[in-house]
């Protein structure tokens, strides 16, 4: 049992301490039953210190003999008469001073700070329960056997900071807790503690250490039942964040998740939302492999028949077609308008502008397909923009590698072809011709088994 862990309580009675078993000696139970009456008794007459000093040496015999659950009832007693009291400064002196015995049984001190925490919910004043929560911190930093009761209790001291306006101090309170390390804590009471954490990094707009944080959530544990509670407050603060940075590709899958929710489908409204929101953000991502799958994935989502608008609104962006965005905003300005994505604010504004460059890009792209050669100032004019701009979109998707380009500003030209070598274009003409005769040659037969056909 060498390698055994330290101070394990077994049901048996039996305690593990200093590397070794140490088995029940005698059993206290009778004298602890006699005990906490008299004590009670002693206290109710207002001599709580003599009340406590009496059970104190029968502590010290229960804790020496290994007796479990009577000095965890001893211990359990003396906070409780404290409470009766109201003497909070007590229970924690008294707290401190059982921790701090030797060889104290860890399942006792665990029980004992279970039961101070129950109190704190009862505190008489906001200052009260405050102090009691940061002197039950400190006794219990460091104390494994107690890690969940202090993780809760670091919670409850951030929820009060936060109601005092200090937005700062409630997040460094929680985030000193690593609790996807706490092997004995729930794993559903992890992922809320996990959750407040991320909600007041957002609060404060530290946007880089929420994003840290929330990696800590594996998305496969909100696939167990009710915990749906938590994959809308996941996701939502994922949107929030994406939205800070512009991914929209990850918003749109955040929606996505949101949609696929069975509390949302079960609301139409909710999830027409969702699925509205998922594919307007995948028409504001930019065009690459991603989003072009992306697309064709929620062109296949039945739900979108009940959406003609948005269905219209991706067919722009599917369809090898320029559609000048004098066109586009005529067609669809009053319906995405009116959502909550594009509405007249700041932020609407601004994606309004983000919007107006995705059918600027997907105009491009239907030039390099039909064309090879383009004139400046023709090309301006198919995007109803300015020469300096229509260069500047053009450049933006060069540089993203989702066209080939090159502008010959002297003559004014836009080249959209690369330049063969001699042997590439060779390869091409021999690759057609045979094309060409593979054609012939197939007409010609058909053209002979027709007339056979007809001699017969």
Known sequence: HRHQKKNIVFECGE???????????????AHVDEALPVASSMAEEGKLDEAIEFLVPLEKKSRIAADMKSTSRILVHVVTMCFEKQEWDKMVDYAVLFIKRRGQIKKAVTDMIVKVCEFIESAPDHKTALSMIESVRDITAGKIHVENERARLTLKLALMKEEDGDIDG????????????????????????????????????DFIR?????????????????????KLKYYNQMLELAAHDKKFIEMCNHFRSIYDTPTIKKDPQAGRHALQSAALYLALAPYDNEQADMIARVFKDEGLEDLPEVLSVLEVFTTNEVMPWRVFEGKFEVFLRGTDIFENTEAGTGLWGELKDRVVDHNIRVMSKYYTRMETPRMAEVLELSEEDAERALSRLVNAGIIYAKIDRPSRVVVFQKKQNPNDTLNNWSHNVKSLVSLVEKATHLINKERMVHRV
């Open 210 to 230: 929420a994003h840290i944080i929330s990696k800590k959530i594996s998305v496969k544990f909100f696939e167990v039942e009710n915990t749906e509670d938590l």
């Open 15 to 29: 305690e593990m301490s200093e590397d070794k078993i140490v088995k029940q000696e005698a059993d206290y139970s």
């Open 170 to 205: 409630a997040a460094e309170v929680l985030q000193e807790l690593q609790v996807e390390t706490y092997g004995s804590m729930d794993r559903r009471e992890k992922v809320e503690i996990i959750l407040e954490q991320v909600r007041l990094c957002l609060a404060r707009k």
